[in-house]
RNA sequence: GUCCCUGUAGCUCAGAGGAGAGAGCAACUGCCUUCUAAGCAGUGGGUCGGGGGUUCGAAUCCCUCCAGGGACGCCA
């Protein structure tokens, strides 16, 4: 990786500049290099010297000279200037820019691997719906997010595992059951009431005839308690099918659908709550077992077990996330949540500390908000009214691959408006399609050079000389890098801006350099970069979930 | 009242201590005898919510105020 690269020769430079006595022996930041906006300052630069003026007791030129004098340079690197009032420059050798053509072509598909992970199991568990009705656009958004992201650590060389944890326990389901039986019994023709906390979805109707069809009135011969849980049961198993099919056409898959029961079943709840009763984090007191939160610094503590017996949400969480780090040994585990579990995070976290592992093995994001408008008509999702636009619609309207960039073009710290008269009427001019048009393009040009039968295999990347070239190439080889920063950043946003600046590079490179003409030598090496380049976005569009269309 | 997120071009959003603050859309001007014009080249447009502070240097860090959203249950 270049930038890994530089910051080294820097490194080494500084130490020898210093072993040397040309500078002080003064400690160094951690951020060596920047990306300069202005071309003209080069590929990377350095404000280092800027930063150890005061240390070093000396003027910024003066270190950045003593410096740049040390280094020496490498293939990759043209030249090493200064520039008031400290700046060291690099500028990268067209030559070593253009080999990096062949580099990419031969590794071909997996351009952007790193092994940064070094393989540790890492978790990432999204979406996580109660499965009581479909999914709505909020839901999209950590869905879509949540796979990117299993993506990219895989490609950083992490062994990820994607997982639903599927809430099929507590009260919310109650309410469900109840509901769909009620539904159940008007779709046989009987007096029932929805429950007053039920859920007021057609979806219910439509899903309480469906049984009625296929079961007839059978459950009605039971006692009415096991027949809302008969009932319930099938609810539960339709609603994840549904679920896992809207979910499908987003691209987004899961490795493991894990139940909330089951941390009952296996004992999971009783080992993880016997740890925190023997580390002292257990009280009882009014009726109610506490997790005692404010022992470690929270604002209050929190009830695990109710006065009744059952067992709140919280405690599942503190049960499952023991078996996400104790039974099933993840290094890392990233949680997805939406902004209404925010207030859940330092407790999480603070039960993750008390069982005994380090709270920072856990990394939860909170995705903000959506807005759906359509055009001025703002809509608000409420499963319990029933008045929602579902996921399903959206990508009906809009597209998987549209929905998922759109999606990922937002850091999820920030609200956002999705706007679906906009999305759809935008359509062409939409950023997504510049990106896959490049894609298009690219193939395009390929399938001539097929046709014509032209074997480039050999041709000379020396001949990329020309500025377009260049530009692209400088994009290309930002691959890596960028794989790098979302894996530790955990903000695939970076990936559609990369990809627009990948398809703008190649566009304009399309449009400057003839690829396919009577020069056969510029031919060969041109086809090559278009290859090359091809690789790097088809990357790109993969790691985003999208497709890599040849031909629109 | 407390906590979290956000406030950057007309709109949607990037930019998290460095060099005249960016992109897409919208507006305007040019460009198709050549591999896809879903494209290219260019123009206009900004008190980076306000005010203090730290720093050689702040959209970025700290304090404070304002505005919008979310969370503060023995709901999930």
């Known amino acids: 990786m270049v930038k890994r690269d530089m910051a080294r020769l820097l490194e080494e430079a500084v130490r020898d500049a210093q072993r040397r006595g040309l500078i002080p022996l003064v400690a160094l930041p951690d951020v060596l290099l920047e990306r300069p906006q202005n071309p003209e300052h080069g590929d990377h630069a350095s404000s280092l010297p800027l930063k150890l003026a005061r240390a070093a007791r000396?003027?910024?030129?003066?270190?950045?000279?003593?410096?740049t004098s040390c280094i020496q340079l490498p293939p990759q690197v043209q030249k090493v200037t200064t520039a008031p009032p400290g700046f060291i420059?690099?500028?990268l050798h067209p030559a070593w820019l253009a080999r990096q053509v062949d580099t990419i072509l031969e590794l071909g598909?997996?351009?952007?691997?790193?092994?940064?992970?070094?393989?540790k199991p890492i978790q990432?568990?999204?979406?996580?719906?109660?499965?009581?009705?479909?999914?709505?656009?909020?839901?999209?958004?950590?869905?879509?997010?949540?796979?990117?992201?299993?993506?990219?650590?895989?490609?950083?060389?992490?062994?990820?595992?994607?997982?639903?944890?599927?809430?099929?326990?507590?009260?919310?389901?109650?309410?469900f059951y109840r509901s769909l039986f009620a539904r159940y019994q008007q779709a046989l023709g009987l007096e029932a009431e929805l429950p007053p906390d039920g859920y007021q979805g057609d979806y219910v109707i439509d899903m309480a005839r469906e049984i009625v069809a296929r079961e007839g009135d059978r459950f009605l011969n039971m006692p009415p308690p096991e027949a809302v849980e008969?009932?319930?049961?099938?609810?539960?198993?339709?609603?994840?099918?549904?679920?896992a099919q809207d979910l499908a056409r987003l691209g987004v898959t899961f490795d493991v659908w894990f139940s909330e029961q089951s941390l009952y079943r296996e004992g999971q709840y009783q080992r993880a709550m016997a740890i925190l009763r023997d580390k002292g984090y257990i009280e009882e007191r009014e009726g109610a077992v506490w997790f005692v939160s404010t022992a470690l610094g929270e604002d209050k503590d929190n009830v695990l077990v109710r006065g009744d017996g059952s067992p709140t949400y919280f405690a599942s969480d503190v049960a499952y996330h023991y078996n996400k780090f104790q039974e099933r040994g993840f290094q890392q585990v990233i949680n997805i949540w939406g902004a209404d579990h925010q207030g859940h995070v330092s407790r999480m976290k603070a039960v993750v500390g008390a069982l005994g592992f380090d709270p920072d093995r856990l990394r939860i994001i909170i995705t903000q908000m959506v807005t759906l408008k359509r055009g001025e008509a703002l809509l608000r999702a409420s499963k319990r009214s029933g008045d929602i636009v579902t996921l399903r619609e959206l990508v009906d309207e809009v597209g998987a691959d549209a929905c998922r960039f759109v999606f990922l073009s937002r850091s999820a710290d920030s609200q956002m408006e999705f706007d679906l008269e906009l999305a759809k009427l935008q359509a062409p001019e939409n950023p997504v399609y510049y990106?896959?048009?490049?894609?298009?393009?690219?193939?395009?040009?390929?399938?001539?050079?097929?046709?014509?039968g032209i074997d480039y295999s050999s041709g000379d990347v020396a001949l990329l000389t020309h500025p377009a070239e260049q530009a692209l190439l400088r994009k290309m080889?930002?691959?890596?890098?960028?794989?790098?920063?979302?894996?530790?950043?955990?903000?695939?946003?970076?990936?559609?801006h990369y990809s627009q600046d990948l398809a703008t590079a190649f566009h304009s490179f399309y449009k400057q350099c003839r690829?396919?003409?009577?020069?056969?030598?510029?031919?060969h090496a041109r086809l090559k970069l278009v290859a090359a380049a091809q690789i790097t976005l088809a990357r790109t569009l993969h790691l985003m979930g999208m497709t890599a269309p040849e031909r629109m």
């Open 477 to 496: 080889i930002q691959l890596e890098e960028l794989v790098e920063t979302v894996a530790l950043s955990l903000e695939p946003h970076y990936l559609p």
């Open 89 to 91: 420059n690099f500028a």
């Open 515 to 523: 690829v396919v003409s009577k020069n056969e030598k510029l031919t």
């Open 230 to 243: 008969a009932i319930g049961k099938i609810g539960v198993k339709k609603v994840l099918e549904s679920i």
């Open 124 to 175: 990432v568990e999204f979406v996580s719906v109660n499965p009581t009705g479909p999914l709505h656009v909020g839901h999209g958004r950590g869905a879509i997010l949540g796979s990117t992201l299993a993506r990219v650590l895989a490609a950083a060389g992490y062994s990820v595992a994607t997982e639903y944890y599927i809430n099929d326990a507590g009260n919310q389901m109650n309410a």
């Open 58 to 67: 000396m003027n910024p030129m003066a270190i950045a000279q003593a410096i």
């Open 435 to 452: 990106v896959q048009y490049a894609h298009a393009r690219i193939a395009s040009i390929l399938h001539l050079a097929q046709e014509r």
């Open 109 to 119: 598909e997996g351009y952007g691997n790193l092994d940064l992970g070094g393989r």
